[in-house]
């Protein structure tokens, strides 16, 4: 059974860092294309970062230069570096791997069907 388990959110003041981790089980991870999304109250669901499984990287523009999405395939875990946290970084944040049933999101179906719990990560002014 695949199992995503997501951890390391919490509260900071703007200006402050986290790093979230995503650990992965029941999936080939090495073969897997990973992603970070968030979903605050009221908004949709955005995706954050992905990692390719060959290393490809992307980012939302609202986090790029902020957040470092990485992955170590000896412990099937995909992390998200964010720094410099501004308010508008409070969400839920989601990991996610690729297969499964396709995911409505931000608008659109995303690849990513299968999804951790979610990790609240919350920025105060």
């Known amino acids: 059974e695949e199992r995503l388990v997501e951890s390391g959110g919490g509260s900071v003041q703007a200006g402050g860092s986290l790093t979230l981790s995503c650990t992965v089980s029941?999936?080939?991870?090495?073969?897997?294309?990973m992603a970070w999304f968030r979903q605050a109250p009221g908004n949709e669901c955005e995706l954050v970062s992905y990692?390719?499984?060959?290393?490809?990287?992307g980012y939302a523009n609202s986090v790029k230069g902020r957040f470092t999405i990485s992955r170590d395939n000896a412990k099937s875990t995909v992390y998200l570096q964010m720094n410099s946290l501004k308010p508008e970084d409070t969400a839920v944040y989601f990991c996610?791997?690729?297969?499964?049933?396709?995911?409505?999101?931000?608008?659109?179906?995303?690849?990513?069907?299968?999804w951790g719990q979610g990790t609240q990560v919350t920025v105060s002014s």
């Open positions: 029941g999936l080939s991870f090495d073969d897997s294309d």
């Open positions: 990692i390719d499984d060959d290393g490809s990287i």
């Open positions: 996610a791997a690729e297969g499964g049933v396709l995911r409505y999101c931000g608008g659109g179906y995303v690849k990513f069907g299968y």
